[in-house]
């Protein structure tokens, strides 16, 4: 078992003693094993058999011989018993915002709560409120979390879905008869989350393609099967569809089925005002009879069919019926940031904090990207969760960035920077003065998520008026699928970063993928710039850099309003400013 496996085991070791009132230290010992395991520079094979893991700070003996026993044999029986011995269903309540292990706890030996739906019926019913800790805003959020859950169930990671239709799409492109095939859809449009999979293939012989994607190895059941369209569900529950077209007909099928809805009526509208009627089989005369056939002859490609409406082409992307076909009417559209514009990234984490991996290991991995530079920014001391440095600790880590420049050991020039804590009043977790040692600042809320919207936003407006700090981190604070934006008005944020010459961050973890891509196009058009940043605990999480480019796109970003698209000298030049 590797390391990330086994420090997840021991970090839900903690869990289930906390959840059982075991004693507060023991809790402490798996949440501090579980860091180090998950942050080892050492080879934890290595450890084991010279027989140091003992030694390791952070792990004695019980806990080495736990870890040992999982990575030989993957299993470990006090796991399993630990888990065993608690209801299934109470595991499910810790995934409800707000309730942490002490509060399901309270719920359980008080209420005798032991999945989400007796939690729910206890909130509806008001007993909830009678426990101390816990009033009727508690219940309130607690019954929203329950709802937002339920949601998010239907709905998966656009990046966790790219494997799948990977797949599909190697397993589909192979066989004979496959003239032309794309997914469509949301994944296609590059939303961050995805309800399902919609492949569309150009084919004069779908029967044996059908036969194929209803037997991929992923495929637990069949939902609908017929000779050019069926759906199945797979084993993680993502459903995929499948639509086979005849070859002229492909472009419009795939345009249609890639939506989104408001898109296409915007489009259909278009081709009516010059007498056309629109569908997914193809123009004809707008006031045609059913019997009128289909054009398609001259449109081989969904640019043809733009071309064929006075349009130019519009991306995937930017089809979200939101002013694109206005803006493609007047001519091309702007020529958006693209992956291969690139060049470094600022928000990064190394071991020092929460991170997986050295700093020595994060510049290398950004020298394979072909990166220019690459900032560091690990938690500040508030965040004692994520292990924050303190100001000695700091300090010693940017003589350690400056030593390693100097060296020339890495291609990639390394900018010393930290993730610093937005304070529940608004203050920064580090004085001025170490600040003013950085090159850059990433200032980021990570407590007091509940504050009302009129305190969070004057807040985080407060930090952006501090002349150290650069850019603005993850500024709503929402986990998409598992926790919504904390209470604050962006609009006001935004002005406030504009006011102060501050950058706002497009978060690039999958979960994340904020700001909202919603709001870029308005704020870069008033001079935004935006930092495309992987927030990276691990050196392939630099590449989250590269797979919000979608996102970007959507949100209308150009090049220029991309900060880490400069060079290595115009960065320094902009930071020295």
């Known amino acids: 078992m590797d390391n990330i496996l086994i420090a997840q085991k021991l970090a839900a070791i903690a869990t289930y003693l906390e959840l059982k009132g075991e004693n507060p230290f023991k809790v402490r010992a798996y949440q501090l094993g579980a860091h180090t395991i998950e942050t080892l520079a050492e080879d934890l094979g290595t450890l084991i058999a010279e027989e140091r893991l003992a030694k390791i700070p952070g792990i004695g003996p019980a806990l080495a011989e736990k870890i040992t026993t999982l990575y030989q044999t993957g299993e470990l029986a006090y796991y399993d018993d630990l888990k065993a011995s608690l209801p299934s269903g109470l595991l499910e309540c810790l995934e409800v915002p707000g309730l942490g292990p002490k509060k399901v706890r309270a719920l359980y030996e008080a209420l005798a709560i032991q999945d989400l739906a007796t939690l729910k019926q206890a909130c509806e019913a008001g007993t909830v409120t009678t426990l101390k800790g816990f009033g009727e805003k508690t219940a309130a959020n607690i019954l929203s979390g329950i709802r937002n859950r339920e949601a998010y169930a239907r709905r998966h990671l656009h990046l966790n879905v790219t494997p799948i239709v990977e797949s599909f799409s190697i397993l589909l492109k192979q066989l004979p008869g496959v003239l032309n095939l794309s997914p469509a859809g949301s994944y296609r ?49 993502l459903q995929v569809d499948l639509r086979i077209v005849p070859p ?87 020529q958006l940031v693209k992956a291969t514009d690139i060049r470094g990234a600022f928000h990064n984490h190394t071991t020092a904090s929460d991170g997986r991996h050295s700093l020595e290991a994060m510049a290398t991995a950004a020298d394979n990207l072909g990166w220019e530079y690459l900032g560091i920014s690990d938690h500040s001391k508030s965040s004692i969760q994520a292990n924050g440095l303190s100001e000695e600790r700091l300090l010693a880590q940017i003589e350690t960035i400056h030593a390693l420049n100097a060296s020339k050991r890495f291609n990639v020039h390394l900018f010393t920077g930290t993730e610093c804590d937005i304070l529940p009043d608004g203050q920064l977790d580090f004085p001025n003065t170490i600040l003013s040692q950085l090159d850059y600042v990433v200032a980021s809320v990570h407590s007091a998520f509940t504050q009302d919207e009129a305190t969070m936003t004057a807040r985080i407006i407060r930090a952006l008026e501090n002349p150290y700090v650069t850019m603005l981190g993850h500024p709503t604070g929402r986990l998409l699928l598992r926790r919504e934006a904390y209470a604050l008005n962006l609009p006001k944020i935004i002005d406030a970063a504009l006011a102060n010459n501050k950058i706002i961050e497009l978060n690039a973890q999958p979960s994340r993928l904020d700001m909202d891509w919603r709001f870029w196009r308005q704020s870069a058009d008033r001079g935004l710039m935006c930092s495309i940043s992987p927030d990276a605990h691990a050196t392939t999480q630099l590449a989250y850099t590269l797979a919000a480019i979608p996102i970007a796109q959507k949100g209308f970003l150009t090049k220029e309003r991309v900060l880490n698209t400069k060079n290595l000298e115009e960065i320094k030049a902009y930071f020295k400013r």
Do not use: C
């Not at 029967?207 to 084993?235: C, D, N, W, Y």
């Not at 472009?251 to 809805?261: E, N, V």
């Open 248 to 334: 002229a007909q492909y472009p419009f099928a795939l345009h249609h089925f890639t939506g989104s809805k408001d898109h296409n009526i915007q489009l259909r509208s278009r081709a009516l005002s010059q007498g056309l009627s629109l569908s997914e089989w193809g123009l004809r005369p707008a006031h045609s009879t059913d019997d009128t056939p289909y054009e398609t002859a001259n449109i081989h490609t969904e640019a043809d069919l733009f071309k064929h409406l006075g349009l130019s082409f519009i991306q995937p992307e930017l089809r979200e019926g939101m002013g694109e076909i206005a803006l493609a009417a007047q001519g091309p559209l702007p």
């Open 189 to 237: 449009r590059g939303l961050e989350t995805v309800g399902d999979v919609d492949f569309i293939i150009g084919s004069e012989v779908p029967e044996p393609i059908m036969q194929a994607f209803t037997t991929h190895p992923e495929v637990e059941s069949i939902t609908a099967h017929g000779s050019t369209k069926s759906s199945v569900r797979l084993q993680n529950g």
